[in-house]
T-cell receptor
Framework: KQEVTQIPAALSVPEGENLVLNCSFTDSAIYNLQWFRQDPGKGLTSLLLIQSSQREQTSGRLNASLDKSSGRSTLYIAASQPGDSATYLCAVNPTGTASKLTFGTGTRLQVTL | SAVISQKPSRDICQRGTSLTIQCQVDSQVTMMFWYRQQPGQSLTLIATANQGSEATYESGFVIDKFPISRPNLTFSTLTVSNMSPEDSSIYLC??????????????FGPGTRLTVL
């Protein structure tokens, strides 16, 4: 059974810092990995999707990397802003299970002024 | 992406009653899912909503408790039946869209926050 873990569970940084969020998964047989953002009490916003054949994806200040063999992904946020404050979730799409995502535990990020 | 709407956005219900949540998408949908997020927890998949046929439920979820309909490609309902306080959660629908370069990227609705007293 696939298990997805995110470290740290919570993180507080001052504005302007670069930061890294970690996601690890136990079964390396994945089809893709997706990073989401969730604001309190809201739905999820898709940030980045990395296919299993890719090493990284970039969107603006966000960069996600994938090392499938070691079961790890990182989300790098450059020059953090207070508007980045949210919970960040990673989710893996296991091979052959038709897009049924297994979610990580989430990292709650607070960016302070 | 797509505009995904859910109704209601929130509700407070009495135990023993049922609530039906609607999910509507404005784009061509390939797959549609329902997730639950219990307080302080991550998301758990309830079922895959299949057009015109019975939903496919994950372990721990049954049709009698969470009946799902999907009469067409872009609309689905989830009913939470005979509710108890343990059903208090955010319920989210998600979809994959046809015609995208990354065809299995998943998009989520805004969620329905349910509180059962």
């Amino acid at each position: 059974k696939q298990e997805v873990t995110q470290i740290p569970a919570a993180l507080s940084v001052p504005e302007g810092e670069n930061l890294v969020l970690n996601c690890s998964f136990t079964d390396s047989a994945i089809y893709n990995l997706q990073w989401f953002r969730q604001d309190p009490g809201k739905g999820l916003t898709s940030l980045l999707l990395i296919q299993s054949s890719q090493r990284e994806q970039t969107s603006g200040r966000l960069n996600a990397s994938l090392d499938k063999s070691s079961g790890r992904s990182t989300l790098y946020i450059a020059a953090s802003q207070p508007g980045d404050s949210a919970t960040y979730l990673c989710a893996v799409n296991p091979t052959g299970t038709a897009s049924k995502l297994t979610f990580g535990t989430g990292t709650r990020l607070q960016v302070t002024l | 992406s797509a505009v995904i709407s859910q109704k209601p956005s929130r509700d407070i219900c009495q135990r023993g009653t049922s609530l039906t949540i609607q999910c509507q998408v404005d784009s061509q949908v390939t797959m549609m899912f329902w997730y639950r997020q219990q307080p302080g927890q991550s998301l758990t998949l309830i079922a895959t909503a299949n057009q015109g046929s019975e939903a496919t439920y994950e372990s721990g979820f049954v049709i009698d408790k969470f009946p799902i309909s999907r009469p067409n490609l872009t609309f689905s309902t989830l009913t939470v039946s005979n509710m108890s306080p343990e059903d208090s959660s955010i319920y989210l629908c998600s979809v994959t869209l046809s015609g995208l370069a990354v065809y299995n990227e998943q998009f989520f609705g805004p969620g329905t926050r349910l509180t059962v007293l």
